[in-house]
Nanobody, 117 residues
Framework: QVQLVESGGGLVQPGGSLRLSCAYS????????TGWYRQAPGKQRELVADITSGGSINYGDSVKGRFTISRDNIKNMVYLQMNSLKPEDTAVYYC???????????WGQGTQVTVSS
């Protein structure tokens, strides 16, 4: 059973930075992609950033130029560096991995990010 554990959320002032981390384990198959999604109250979950096993990266339009996704395949970690944070970035951030030939999806429990003065 694949397990994901996020960390690094919290309260930050507008213009500040946070770094989220996600540790994943338990996969018997190759990781096809890792990424971050977020969900604000009353809104649908949306892509923040993801990175495929081949290294292709996608960012949501609202975070381009401010957020950076990275991974460490040795440590089975994926990171999200968030800079120039805005109040509209406030949401629960979820780590997601895509596993194996069946492209199975696994989600973390989420970590709250609040941007407020």
């Amino acid at each position: 059973q694949v397990q994901l554990v996020e960390s690094g959320g919290g309260l930050v002032q507008p213009g500040g930075s946070l770094r989220l981390s996600c540790a994943y384990s338990g996969s018997r198959f190759g990781i096809r992609a890792t990424g971050w999604y977020r969900q604000a109250p009353g809104k649908q979950r949306e892509l923040v950033a993801d990175i495929t096993s081949g290294g292709s990266i996608n960012y949501g339009d609202s975070v381009k130029g401010r957020f950076t996704i990275s991974r460490d395949n040795i440590k089975n970690m994926v990171y999200l560096q968030m800079n120039s944070l805005k109040p509209e970035d406030t949401a629960v951030y979820y780590c997601r991995v895509v596993v194996g030939p069946q492209m199975s999806l696994y989600w973390g429990q989420g970590t709250q990010v609040t941007v407020s003065s």
